[in-house]
T-cell receptor, first 112, second 113 residues
Framework: SQTIHQWPATLVQPVGSPLSLECTVE??????LYWYRQAAGRGLQLLFY??????ISSEVPQNLSASRPQDRQFILSSKKLLLSDSGFYLC???????????FGPGTRLLVL | QKEVEQDPGPLSVPEGAIVSLNCTYS??????FMWYRQYSRKGPELLMY????GNKEDGRFTAQVDKSSKYISLFIRDSQPSDSATYLC?????????????FGQGTILTVHP
């Protein structure tokens, strides 16, 4: 069966510090991968998606970036965090041609 | 107007009640419809997945899609306190190499004993 992992689970970072969040998927190959942000009391905002290694598409202009160095690994990064980057970050995957996405446990980021 | 509108709630019901959660949408290209359940501080969990119009039942949960009215519903029978969560509807047009989902804002449900 497929499993999706995210770490860390919680992160508290000062403004201006760098960020690296990691997501890995097990039990499938060539998945589509997604990064979402969920602000408190709000819906899910798609940040990036990837259909293959090295292929990244950005949905929202911001100071975040994403990379996919391996088939089942997706990384969300920032060089300098802003207060507005606080939120709940979710990684998701789906198989090619399947409409539903499966989410990881999420990383709660607080920027102070 | 948002592409997907979801009844915001919050919704509070007694244990054993029938719960109805609803979303409307404006994009007639949507073909795939999903309901997710999200417990506090957890990632969303896929609850129901349907394609095109019709009903789908899974235990106490029934998903309905009416494409002519652009309206989808999730019914929960014999609701339990463990059903207390935020419910998110989501939908996509499909037919592309990636599945861009459009989500509702979520409905907070509380089932009290």
């Amino acid at each position: 069966s497929q499993t999706i992992h995210q770490w860390p689970a919680t992160l508290v970072q000062p403004v201006g510090s760098p960020l690296s969040l990691e997501c890995t998927v097990e039990g499938t190959s060539n998945p589509n991968l997604y990064w979402y942000r969920q602000a408190a009391g709000r819906g899910l905002q798609l940040l990036f998606y990837s259909v293959g290694i090295g292929q990244i598409s950005s949905e929202v202009p911001q100071n975040l970036s994403a990379s996919r160095p391996q088939d089942r690994q997706f990384i969300l990064s920032s060089k300098k965090l802003l207060l507005s980057d606080s939120g709940f970050y979710l990684c998701a995957w789906d198989g090619q041609g399947i409409g539903a996405q499966y989410f990881g446990p999420g990383t709660r980021l607080l920027v102070l | 107007q948002k592409e997907v509108e979801q009844d915001p709630g919050p919704l509070s019901v007694p244990e054993g009640a029938i719960v109805s959660l609803n979303c409307t949408y404006s994009n007639s290209a949507f073909q795939y419809f999903m309901w997710y359940r999200q417990y506090s501080r957890k990632g969303p969990e896929l609850l129901m997945y349907t394609y095109s119009s019709g009903n789908k039942e899974d235990g106490r949960f029934t998903a309905q899609v009416d494409k002519s009215s652009k309206y989808i519903s999730l019914f929960i029978r014999d609701s339990q306190p463990s059903d207390s969560a935020t419910y998110l509807c989501a939908m996509s047009a499909g037919g592309t190499s990636y599945g861009k989902l459009t989500f509702g804002q979520g409905t907070i449900l509380t089932v009290h004993p």
